[in-house]
T-cell receptor, first 115, second 113 residues
């Protein structure tokens, strides 16, 4: 069983479209994250949820909206896609024992290409 | 704010030679330090971490790293490179009370037969 699974793995779409990426973890973790990895492999946190509550919301355009229906799921919806949104989006999860020292378990990533 | 510097985006090493990846961090409080590895088309996996205690930390696949507070460094080493070590390596820093991990820009390791 995959610990953190993301769908879809690849997503190719036109500018202006709306798309969603889904993430599920079966580890019993209570914190989930979205990270964006750009073409230079730089990883930056976008959002974090703890038990369905938003705890980190970095400077991300409001076209990006995360939703956490329960602590095992964290979805990312993107409106009005732009060329600059092309990237690999990683979902991750962790147990929140000691903030800052949490080990993240990553999904395999969702590669978004905006044409 | 925390930050991590990893110099040299691409690192080439001969099979059997020492692997050394440098990581320097900036943090206003005692840091938690991590090395993650990313194999092609996969997510990141934890190699090792330092939180408290012994400053020399051993991880998976023969890797180790040493926390040096005076040098604000957490360099990653492996005595003998294997072809399977070819991957992207990321250093990251977190601190207590802050759930964010700041990642470095990564090192692409190429192992030459």
């Amino acid at each position: 069983d995959t610990a953190v699974s993301q769908t879809p793995k690849y997503l190719v779409t036109q500018m202006g479209n709306d798309k969603s990426i889904k993430c599920e973890q079966n580890l019993g973790h209570d914190t989930m994250y979205w990270y964006k990895q750009d073409s230079k492999k730089f990883l930056k946190i976008m959002f974090s949820y703890n038990n369905k509550e938003l705890i980190i919301n970095e400077t991300v355009p409001n076209r990006f909206s995360p939703k956490s229906p329960d602590k095992a799921h964290l979805n990312l919806h993107i409106n009005s896609l732009e060329l600059g949104d092309s990237a690999v989006y990683f979902c991750a999860s962790s147990i929140t024992r000691v903030s800052g020292a949490n080990v993240l378990t990553f999904g395999a990533g969702s590669r978004l290409t905006v044409l | 704010a925390q930050s991590v510097t990893q110099l040299g985006s691409h690192v080439s090493v001969s099979e059997g030679a020492l692997v050394l990846l440098r990581c320097n961090y900036s943090s206003s409080v005692p840091p938690y330090l991590f090395w993650y590895v990313q194999y092609p088309n996969q997510g990141l996996q934890l190699l090792l971490k330092y939180t408290t205690g012994a400053t020399l930390v051993k991880g998976i696949n023969g890797f180790e790293a040493e926390f040096k507070k005076s040098e604000t460094s957490f360099h990653l080493t492996k005595p003998s490179a294997h072809m399977s070590d070819a991957a992207e390596y990321f250093c990251a820093v977190g601190d207590y009370g802050n759930n964010r991990l700041a990642f470095g820009k990564g090192n692409q390791v190429v192992v030459i037969p």
